[in-house]
Nanobody
Framework: QVQLVESGGGLVQAGDSLRLSCVASGRTLDRYAMAWFLQPPGKERDIVAAISRTGNTYYTDSVKGRFTISRDNAKNTVYLQMNSLKPEDTAVYSC??????????????????WGQGTQVTVSS
């Protein structure tokens, strides 16, 4: 079992930046593929970015060039740096972990563990 806790969300203006953090406990993070998902109001959860155990990354088209996913296994933490935020980025952002998977994986059903989420609200 691994427990995930997100932080770093908040209310910002369009063009601002935020850095989300996802801290894991219970297991060392280096054995997990990780990802960030978002869930806008009234919509389904969808992938934002994913990072493999070896650091390979994936980004959904809408965030390419603006968001960066990274991991610090020594700190058991995954980050999502969010720059040039837009109102359409408004959502609850959750991190997820998949045990012992070598690549990146993009769908919610592939992940074993989830955090509780952190709200990001971008005003225009």
């Amino acid at each position: 079992q691994v427990q995930l806790v997100e932080s770093g969300g908040g209310l910002v203006q369009a063009g601002d930046s935020l850095r989300l953090s996802c801290v894991a406990s219970g297991r060392t993070l280096d054995r997990y593929a990780m990802a960030w998902f978002l869930q806008p109001p009234g919509k389904e959860r969808d992938i934002v970015a994913a990072i493999s155990r070896t650091g390979n990354t994936y980004y959904t088209d809408s965030v390419k060039g603006r968001f960066t996913i990274s991991r610090d296994n020594a700190k058991n933490t995954v980050y999502l740096q969010m720059n040039s935020l837009k109102p359409e980025d408004t959502a609850v952002y959750s991190c997820a972990a998949r045990f012992s998977f070598p690549g990146v994986t993009l769908t919610t059903r592939d992940y074993d563990f989830w955090g509780q989420g952190t709200q990001v609200t971008v005003s225009s």
